[in-house]
């Protein structure tokens, strides 16, 4: 549950950084910081480009925020069987229905 809540703070914080509205003061500060390398010289020249991919990188960080910060819990059991000595049991399944375990065999 924490992991999923970490998971999906960082995909926040990935689309924050990356979104089109931040680009105009973001990416002359990435210039700057990489001037004189080929790096800098490639944004430069593919600005469109770098729009385009931050665009895509952006809406996939922000869906699977949404995503991993909607997500139930995965550790929870699917089923939950509660079994005496004998065998006999009752099985609780994910979707409320309820079975009768006798000896390894299902009854509904």
């Known amino acids: 549950m924490v992991w999923q809540k970490i998971r999906s703070g960082v995909m926040f914080v990935v689309a924050f950084v990356s979104c089109p ?6 990416l002359p500060l990435a210039l700057a910081l990489l001037t004189g390398t080929s790096a800098a010289v490639w944004i430069a020249q593919h600005t469109t480009w770098v729009y385009g991919g931050m665009t895509i990188l952006f809406l996939i960080s922000l869906a ?3 995503m991993w910060m909607s997500r139930e819990d995965s550790t929870q059991l699917n089923s939950c069987v509660v079994q005496n000595q004998k065998g006999y049991g009752i099985t609780l399944s994910p979707l409320g229905y309820i079975y009768y375990t006798c000896g390894g065999y299902s009854l509904i």
């Open 21 to 26: 509205c931040h680009l105009p003061i973001t």
């Open 64 to 66: 699977l925020g949404f």
